[in-house]
């Protein structure tokens, strides 16, 4: 099974990324503006490349690790659990 993200502006250039999670092997496809996309592989951070995705959704990005399998590897965080943004 796989997820689908789809984060374009109307009229904007659109690159799907592809990532899979080291942790379940699901795939998850993430379609992006191109400029995002170029700003990020080029040093910005994801916050500021992708500022319209959640932590969640940029951790994807980052390391292809769904909300999921982070927290069941990981745990949560105490922030996530008193509800802090």
């Known amino acids: 099974m796989s997820k689908q993200y789809n984060f374009t502006r109307a009229g904007a250039q659109a690159e ?4 899979r999670c080291f942790h379940c092997d699901e795939t998850s496809f993430i ?3 191109v400029s995002d996309l170029n700003s990020y592989q080029s040093g910005l951070y994801a ?8 932590a969640e959704q940029r ?4 390391s292809g690790t769904h909300p999921e399998c982070w927290n069941e590897l990981f745990g949560k965080d105490e922030e996530d659990e008193i509800g802090v943004s």
């Open 47 to 54: 916050q500021d490349a992708f500022p319209y995705l959640t």
């Open 16 to 19: 799907t990324i592809c990532k």
């Open 31 to 33: 379609q992006l503006n």
């Open 59 to 62: 951790e994807i990005i980052i």
